[in-house]
């Protein structure tokens, strides 16, 4: 299994930023992806970025520009720069994680999820 420890959620005023950071452990070796989601109450959990294992990465159009996703592979930590935070960014943010398993099979890891407000 993996764990995914999340922190760096909080409030903040439109225009400030914010890091997140999601620390993996456990079966680590093989994993593929990391990325983060947002969920808004009553809403589908939503790609906000991802990056692979050879670095690729990958933005939900409403953050380009805005946020930064990077991981320190000494860490096994992956961040999410947060600028110029808007209003309605405000969600709970996960940590995901993708492995392939000895069963060839692909295998989904979650964190608890980590607030974020903005507002003024």
């Known amino acids: 299994q993996v764990q995914l420890v999340e922190s760096g959620g909080g409030s903040v005023q439109p225009g400030g930023s914010l890091r997140l950071s999601c620390a993996a452990s456990?079966?680590?070796?093989?994993?593929?992806?990391i990325g983060w989601y947002c969920q808004a109450p009553g809403k589908q959990r939503e790609l906000v970025a991802t990056?692979?294992?050879?670095?690729?990465?990958n933005y939900a159009d409403s953050v380009k520009g805005r946020f930064t996703i990077s991981r320190d592979n000494a860490k096994n930590t992956a961040y999410l720069q947060m600028n110029s935070l808007r209003p309605e960014d405000t969600a709970v943010y996960y940590c995901?994680?993708?492995?392939?398993?000895?069963?060839?099979?692909?295998?989904?890891?979650w964190g608890q999820g980590t607030q974020v407000t903005v507002s003024s």
């Open positions: 990056i692979t294992r050879d670095g690729s990465l």
């Open positions: 456990g079966s680590i070796f093989s994993i593929t992806a």
């Open positions: 995901n994680a993708r492995r392939t398993g000895s069963d060839y099979t692909l295998q989904n890891y």
